[in-house]
């Protein structure tokens, strides 16, 4: 029986697949069951940070699980401790604390967790608990009921309903509709300083700056998800540094790249004070507030250490940069009408098409057919919503690689 038939007769069909079985990955190549190789340019969906089977990364992992996989958080986990501190002082750069969690879904729950905590501690005018959170349309926070609730697409939700209560969605980068919406009950707004499943659509620097106002005006939570965005891929090691550096965030969740293919995510809170007698934000979350069987084991510590040390010992996020402007610079001289725009930023960038020029089957979306044909000519690279595909090369992408994969997709964008 082969893999797409055992798929189909054993596990549930929630996801719509690519007739692709990875068995084998090296750097940035990925190879399929009949050993044809790939160029990849999605890894894992900018997960895998450092490429497929780093060298550093592996050893980290193969080290850590003849030493000790698992233990409870009922113990103190020393490399939980050092992850956290290597985040705090080489990649947020701000006093605060972490919580490890196994992905980003997760992650987005224990902001809007915290969100509703702050809301108990600070509470309306008449002593009402605040408890909404505004996110913004063509967001996403995950696939868990949490995470799903605070998305601003319609597509995740349909089917199951009734959703968490208080979440609103806003139009994105629309500052004159947030400024009309906060309430009495809000708690917080979050965010993604760049919407990758929604499109690649970066939020603008003027729009962050006044969120960040706006959240200070009238004493709510800022809380930005750099589950895609987050660790180097943008260009620093934190994406709202590439739009708007001068701001400070009171939480932000992170996942995906920061353990380059095992399953870790995390949310880290603010040390500030939110009142006159010095209470910390990250204060709220004490013993019995939040927990997690798995999260931050020493396993996944180590991968993660590993991963982190080597983006920054190593430069990889200016080297997002440096590829970003070959990147750009390439598709700007093909001057092709069917590309309306690039978007995003270091190696979290959308390909926007026109989907006028490009013939569509019924059922599929212009990007899944681009997205079909790049797979077909070698380079693997995922959709963003219906007209765009993303590049989530590894962050130590080289430029031969990007020169071979502009090439594959210069063909397919060329052809008549």
Known sequence: MSTAETLQQHVLPTYGRFPLVPVRGEGCRLWDDAGTSYLDFCMGIAVCSLGHCHPRLVEAIRHQAGELLHCSNLYQIRLQAELAEEINVHHVRMPGKNFFSNSGAEANDGLIKSARRFGHKRPQPDGAPRYEVITFLQSFHGRTLGAMSATGQSKIQEGF???LPGFRYLPFNNLAALENAIRPETAAILLEPI???GGVNPATPEFLRAVAELCKKHDLLLFLDEVQAGFGR???AMAWRMIAPEINPDGISW???MGGGVPI???WLSDRAIDDTGTALSSLMGPGSHGSTYGGNPLV?????AVLKE????GLAANALVQEGRIRETVHSWNLPIVTEVRGKGLLLGIALDPALIPTPEGKTAALVVVGKLMERGLIVPPAGPNTFRLLPPLNVTASEIDEALSIIHSVLSEP
């Open 265 to 267: 995510g995390a949310f």
């Open 311 to 314: 983006i920054r010992e190593k």
């Open 234 to 236: 943008c260009g620093d």
């Open 161 to 163: 309903d009734p959703l």
């Open 301 to 305: 510590c180590a991968a993660s250490l």
């Open 195 to 197: 919407q990758g499943e």
């Open 255 to 257: 996942a995906k790249g």
